[in-house]
């Protein structure tokens, strides 16, 4: 398996990795899309933020306009087609981090670390990236995932084996809140076998706040990893009506035929939800009730106290 193959180089040292100067954090994952990642990232730079630690972010440039490495201009028009929603939305909440995308992550990496004054880089997505040397590997862990999700694509959604994940320095189970009692503890037992050292396991809970909208007739919608776990969130708050909800693709572009679909599907709603990852992909004009974003809300429970401390190491 070439996933087998490049990491087996990469520990012999057969491939060499790109080292910059900056401290560099990876949050990554083992499968395709939709584990809770992308709040993590949020967690590392409002942290670090707080500290008053200067950071960049770098990620991939999915389905964007933007085919090569550059720093995102939040000045740009459509900045989340050219540049790719999660790097925008993450670019909106950060003002304060620069942000690089491109097609390949250890050159962003190595534009990124052209600024002196940074002092942490983040990657997001990076645990497959090996080529980008990093100074702690986080792998984020979806806790609502079945077994049968960690095998190898195209039978699951694993893009290299679980045994990879004795590479990881701490492991967040995400959507703890989410997950049965049961399955949650079989997960937890089967990280805690294969990193019995000194790694530190932390546990998160995914919310979404719909008080502002409490009462409404709703249509949703998500382009997201999991569109169908934000519906669930939606469904069980007991806050809204949800009428009607669909799911697109992650990073889904919108054009005429997905608006058409959305709008087709109001069904006397007065209201359009969907996710922030979204709603920068698209004009609210464009509808003829509001359309807004649900934030979704990651914080950590188990094992908090053990992260941040990790990540002050990471400085040391």
């Known amino acids: 398996m070439l996933a087998t193959l490049k ?9 060499d990795g790109v080292r910059v100067p900056q401290k560099v954090i990876s949050v990554g994952n083992l499968t395709m899309g939709g584990t809770g990642k992308t709040p993590v990232v949020d967690l590392i ?4 933020r707080d500290q008053g630690v200067t950071t960049a ?3 991939k440039n999915y389905k964007a306009q933007l085919k090569y490495a550059a720093e995102v ?14 790097a925008w939305m993450l670019a909106q909440r950060h003002p304060e981090t620069a942000v690089f995308v491109g097609p390949q992550k250890w050159y962003s990496l190595w534009l990124a670390s052209k600024n002196p004054k940074l002092q942490v880089i983040v990657i997001d997505d990076g645990f497959q990236h090996r080529k980008a040397e990093r100074d702690l590997d986080i ?13 190898l694509v195209p039978s699951g959604r694993a893009r290299e084996p679980w045994s990879s994940l004795k590479r990881a320095d ?29 790694e530190v396991l932390v546990e998160a809970i995914s919310e ?5 909208f409490a009462g409404a007739k709703v249509t949703a919608f998500a382009g997201i990893g999991n569109p169908h776990q934000f519906e669930s969130m939606l469904r069980s708050s007991g806050q809204i009506e949800l009428r009607q909800f669909i799911g697109f693709a992650d990073h889904q572009h ?8 959305i709008k087709n599907s109001m069904d006397g709603s007065e209201l359009i939800l969907t996710t922030e990852k979204d709603f920068g992909k698209l004009k609210v004009e464009d509808f003829a009730v509001p359309l807004k974003a649900v934030p979704l809300t990651t914080k950590l429970t188990d094992g908090a106290t053990e992260f941040y401390a990790t990540l002050d190491s990471v400085l040391r």
Do not use: C, F, M
Request: proline share 4%.
């Open 7 to 15: 990491n087996l180089l990469y520990d012999s040292g057969v491939l």
């Open 45 to 48: 730079l409002s942290y670090y």
């Open 57 to 59: 972010l770098v990620a």
């Open 73 to 86: 201009d939040r000045t740009k028009i459509n900045g989340a087609q050219h540049y790719g929603d999660e």
């Open 139 to 151: 792998v984020v862990i979806d806790g609502t995932a079945k077994p049968s999700e960690y095998e």
């Open 170 to 198: 701490l492991v967040v189970i995400s959507k703890s809140n989410w997950a049965q009692s049961e399955e949650l503890e079989q997960l937890r037992a089967r990280i805690k076998w294969t990193l019995p050292g000194s």
């Open 208 to 212: 979404i706040d719909l008080a502002p």
């Open 254 to 261: 919108y054009g005429s035929a997905e608006l058409e679909k």
